[in-house]
């Protein structure tokens, strides 16, 4: 099969909320996730970050280090100053043989905020995009330049959200400007319906996959009372592939035949003493494994 398959330790530990998942060692982590089937994992807030600390860990475990998110601020900053702010965050998934670094603008974001309904999320006014797609530009070439794939996660909280962000962005954006389609959070922000869509229309700039479901009445139990999005993962909004309303063999069969050839990363914010953290990365990756099979030869 051409596509990998990996995990994002929020499954057992969340940077978000540190507290669901605190008493879980990054051992028991690493072992689940190779004994449920993958064969990588992105950054947790439990790993270690210099590259011959973590390379020995992740080698005991069979499992390759897939990426890690980084939090820009292109909207304070340049793409230079952005450049000299990520560059041993780089270097790090640079050296571990990563081929994407996953990349979300956090200036005025409320998704860390407990108390900031969905509703206040933070919007760009139409001047300001221009700008913030130039500087997302020259800083996703001078990546590609220096070896790794810049690949933009829209996220619930940030100005880059909705299907019109995410449709903006890329139109005002170079093609070195890659894109992360993660399906849990298009489908909350509005879009579920469209994912076939946008994984077609972008099929060839989609350089990461984060494979997160959604749970429908709880999307819309937490959307009535317009909650934040931290309470909205405390109430299980989402949850691994296969046990949520994504359709995953409609959404992955336009990347299959646009010769999609990357990670396909199962993440799913959700508090292990509710959703134990083996059962569910075995159930996520077991229903992603037999999707992609049928489409990714």
């Known amino acids: 099969m051409r596509v990998r398959f990996g995990i994002n330790p929020l499954t057992w530990t969340n940077d978000d909320l540190p507290s669901l998942g605190a008493e879980t060692s990054l051992e028991t982590c690493l072992r689940q996730a190779r004994e449920a ?3 990588g994992v992105e950054l947790g807030n439990k790993f270690p970050r210099v590259a011959n600390e973590l390379r020995p860990i992740l080698q005991a475990h069979d499992l390759s280090l897939v990426s890690g ?4 601020r292109l909207l304070e900053r340049d793409a230079d100053a952005e450049w000299d702010a990520m560059s041993r965050h780089f270097e790090l998934l ?3 043989g990563c081929e994407v670094m996953v990349f979300a603008e956090v200036s005025r974001c409320t998704h860390g905020d407990h108390l900031a309904p969905v509703s206040q999320r933070p919007h760009l006014a139409r001047l300001e995009w221009p700008g913030f797609c130039d500087r997302l530009t ?5 990546m590609k330049k220096e070896g790794l794939r810049l690949a933009y996660h829209h996220h619930m909280g940030t100005v880059v959200q909705s299907q019109q962000d995410v449709d903006r962005m890329m139109e005002g ?3 070195a400007v890659g894109l992360l389609l993660d399906t849990g959070h298009l489908t909350y922000g ?6 076939p ?3 077609e229309q972008y099929a060839k700039r989609i350089v990461h996959v984060h494979c997160k479901d959604v749970r429908q009445f709880i999307l819309e139990r937490v959307r009535n009372r317009d909650a934040s999005f931290l309470d909205a ?3 299980g909004v989402f949850t691994v592939p296969g046990d949520g309303m994504v359709d995953y063999p409609r959404v992955l069969t336009p990347l299959a035949a646009a010769g999609y050839s990357g990670w396909l990363v199962v993440e799913a914010e959700q508090d292990p003493v509710v959703a134990p953290s083996f059962e569910y990365a075995s159930k996520g990756f077991n229903h992603l494994h037999s999707v992609a099979a049928a489409l990714f030869h």
């Open 69 to 72: 998110w980084y939090s820009g």
């Open 173 to 175: 954006t170079s093609e």
């Open 190 to 195: 509005g879009a579920g319906n469209k994912l």
């Open 138 to 142: 020259a800083l996703a070439e001078r």
């Open 233 to 235: 993962v405390l109430d």
């Open 94 to 96: 640079h050296s571990l």
């Open 37 to 39: 089937g993958f064969t």
């Open 197 to 199: 869509s946008m994984a």
